[in-house]
T-cell receptor
Framework: DAKTTQPNSMESNEEEPVHLPCNHSTISGTDYIHWYRQLPSQGPEYVIH???SNVNNRMASLAIAEDRKSSTLILHRATLRDAAVYYCILQGAQKLVFGQGTRLTINP | GAVVSQHPSRVICKSGTSVKIECRSL??????MFWYRQFPKQSLMLMAT?????????EQGVEKDKFLINHASLTLSTLTVTSAHPEDSSFYICSASRGPLNTGELFFGEGSRLTVL
């Protein structure tokens, strides 16, 4: 499975947008980009996923670079409940292999 | 959204005993289920992929005789940790797919925290 690189941690303020970056320079043409998040002592939760085009849903937006070697998860207006570890995952085969993720802290 | 439930959520056992963890998809049929383990402050590590009616596919380095996985129906998979030792203490998380993963249809359970004394 191709590898992703994310910052270990990020910090933002409540009600401000958050941009979480992910590098995946070895992505193959058929790999999907998935984002999940995990709150403390819980299982991960699906956030968004995409292949080539930018994607929007009620939780977030996913901006995918034209060369697909990087992507950015955008939380448009962070709340305290968005504090979690965010995982960017490349899916080639029918399984998801998690990297280290970014621990997002939201300041009130 | 779809619900995946694990039981028990917490279990404490003595060294040398076996522990079974159940994973159920409550409102959909899951053709594939996945088992992960997670140590404190670390990421999830995929242990195995389980398909209904067939043998599980284990990731490299995961002992299949130690971690027995059974996927007897489209809504139930079980993980049995055999002859548990303190180093097996971990957070075990299952997930179930409702369709191909590229549709985003993968749902996770709440996790089961195993403590081996």
């Amino acid at each position: 499975d191709a590898k992703t690189t994310q910052p270990n941690s990020m910090e933002s303020n409540e009600e401000e947008p958050v941009h979480l970056p992910c590098n995946h320079s070895t992505i193959s043409g058929t790999d999907y980009i998935h984002w999940y998040r995990q709150l403390p002592s819980q299982g991960p939760e699906y956030v968004i996923h995409g292949l080539t085009s930018n994607v929007n849903n009620r939780m977030a937006s996913l901006a995918i670079a034209e060369d697909r070697k990087s992507s950015t998860l955008i939380l448009h207006r962070a709340t305290l409940r968005d504090a979690a570890v965010y995982y960017c995952i490349l899916q080639g085969a029918q399984k998801l292999v998690f990297g280290q993720g970014t621990r997002l802290t939201i300041n009130p | 959204g779809a619900v995946v439930s694990q039981h028990p959520s917490r279990v404490i056992c003595k060294s040398g005993t076996s522990v079974k963890i159940e994973c159920r998809s409550l409102d959909f049929q899951a053709t594939t289920m996945f088992w992960y383990r997670q140590f404190p402050k670390q990421s999830l590590m995929l242990m195995a992929t389980s398909n209904e009616g067939s043998k599980a596919t284990y990731e490299q380095g995961v002992e299949k005789d130690k971690f027995l996985i059974n996927h007897a129906s489209l809504t139930l998979s079980t993980l049995t940790v055999t002859s548990a030792h303190p180093e097996d203490s971990s957070f075990y998380i299952c997930s179930a797919s409702r369709g191909p993963l590229n549709t985003g249809e993968l749902f996770f359970g709440e996790g089961s925290r195993l403590t081996v004394l």
